[in-house]
């Protein structure tokens, strides 16, 4: 199953730079990497990345992840997907552009939408 991360230009620069990331702000803030599943990836965009340009969109599946990877609550009530580690750059399966129209952000066909794993 993929899981998904939303990086802004900058953040997706540095992880290209360094090969591994712990996150932004608000995933070190939290204490781990938000990711979110297919079917959680667009509003998530919409909520944290609204207006925003030059984002890229990266693909990893959630079994290289180990038991680091916990399933939680989030926005109401639905279980996502946090990494209690820094990503590798190396898990990336993929990673798009996520380019801003009028009606937001214009995904690639992230797949099917397998649900929440608990």
């Known amino acids: 199953?993929?899981?998904?991360?939303?990086?802004?230009?900058e953040q997706w620069a540095q992880l290209e730079a360094a090969g591994l990331t712990h996150g932004a702000p608000v995933d070190l803030?939290?204490?781990?990497?938000h990711f979110s599943t297919a079917g959680q990836a667009r509003e998530t965009a919409a909520k944290h990345f609204a207006g925003e340009r030059g984002l890229v969109v990266a693909a990893v599946e959630a079994a290289r992840l180990g038991?680091?990877?916990?399933?939680?609550?989030?926005?109401?009530g639905a279980l996502?997907?946090?990494?209690y580690r820094a990503l590798r750059r190396d898990e990336v399966a993929w990673a798009a552009p996520l380019p801003l129209e009028a009606d937001g952000h214009v995904f690639p066909d992230l797949g099917p939408d397998l649900g929440d794993r608990a």
């Open 1 to 9: 199953m993929l899981i998904f991360k939303i990086f802004t230009a």
């Open 29 to 33: 803030a939290d204490g781990f990497i």
């Open 67 to 76: 038991d680091a990877l916990r399933w939680e609550p989030s926005r109401g």
């Open 80 to 83: 996502f997907p946090h990494l």
